[in-house]
């Protein structure tokens, strides 16, 4: 016979199945239910009358499906998430700048807006105060309370320190920012996690299409900098205290060229827009990378050179593309992922790389289990991060929160005043 405890467990877990279900098709018959989850007609009835009953899912006629017409006799009923359950606000902090990223509980995209707030040379008592009005009055000019959000996931570039939350160390935004996540829920009074921006790309691209990326598998970002997000086993991976991904410095040359982290030769200090920049214009290779900024205009005439066969920028492709090879080969030989995932706007000039980066694997690695991994080159997404960020933390809220019946009422309410923007982020 089992226990009170026991009986709330598989309840629990069986609660949870249910609504990953609707979460990744989003619209089912009850039926429907019972084939993607393997429970019974009995449990997903006292299932989904539950949720019912607690406003977490609706219902629709699957007639109203156009891809889906069941021709005479009376519609079945269709079940999905309501929109209207709860929101989850994602903050994407960047360089001098702030993301706010709103989703309804289906998952769907209400809204993204940019924010100019000073990141650099800030500490946390000017940041924190800053970032929770900016939060404060988004949420009531989109009429959402705050309550109705149960969790704020930031994403940052740099590690995060997946034991204490806190930003240990990033390119980008000053050290003092990383104090952020305690100070900001305690006025806030919502629960708030950091993570790294990149681990947030693998974490989209998993929940987009978990059999194509799942498993082992790496994506490398390249613009500015060089990024990387990686999941081991089905997982996202970022080691014991949150460096496990940080591809972009690890040594290439060591006394090589000066990279943003401080050392030297490290694979960022090649593969980087600055670093090609800086090779091409024949820059001192101790020339700050703080003070090399260039756009995606500069960096397309400079790929233009390249192309017309001019040989210093050639050759700066062609070493950037090396030191990636060689990087990979080291990550391949390593955890043997079954697909490195290559994006960001550096991948404009992967052609001007591709000699370099081949020679840079096959020297690098032995040829058997090189072929092992698929290269995969992905046109850059501007909302991937924001994707992961959504994905998360809806996974989040499924699991932690509505997989139990003792949450907090979801009362029925209107939608906020602007409309659904078209991005759904599925866990």
Known sequence: MQSKADTELVRRQNRGLVLEALRRVGMMARVELGRATGLSPATISAITGDLLAENLIVTAAIDDKAEKPLGRGRPRVALSLNPEAGYVLGVKISLNSVTLILSDYSGHLVDRTRLPIPTMGADAPQFVPRLAAAIRNYLRQRDVPLGQVPEIPIAIPGVVDRTTGRLVWSPTVSVDVGAVPGPLSESLGVPVSMTNDVDMMAQALNSRDPVHYGGTFAIIFIAYGIGMGLYVNGRLFSGAFGSGAEF????????????????????????????????????????????????????????????????????????????????????????????????????????????????????????????????????????????????????????????????????????????????????
């Open 248 to 427: 972009g410095h690890t040594n290439h040359v060591p006394g090589g060229p000066l990279c943003r982290c401080g050392r030297r030769g490290c694979v960022e200090a090649y593969v980087a827009d600055y670093a090609i920049y800086r090779s091409i214009e024949r820059l001192p290779p101790d020339e700050p990378p703080a003070d090399i900024d260039p756009d995606a205009e500069t960096m397309a005439k400079l790929e233009a050179r390249a192309r017309a066969g001019d040989d210093r920028a050639r050759t700066a492709y062609h070493q950037a593309g090396l030191a990636l090879g060689y990087g990979l080969s080291r990550l391949m030989g390593l955890i043997n992922p079954g697909r490195v995932v290559l994006t960001g706007r550096g991948i404009a000039a992967f052609d001007l790389m591709q000699q370099g980066f081949r020679t840079g694997i096959q020297e690098g690695l032995v040829t058997e289990i090189a072929d092992m991994t698929e290269i995969e080159v992905l046109s850059p997404e501007d909302d991937l991060v924001d994707v992961g960020i959504l994905a998360g933390a809806l996974q989040r809220l499924d699991r932690e929160v509505f997989a139990s019946s003792d949450h907090e009422p979801v009362p029925p309410r209107r939608r906020p005043a602007l409309p659904a923007v078209g991005m759904a982020a599925k866990a």
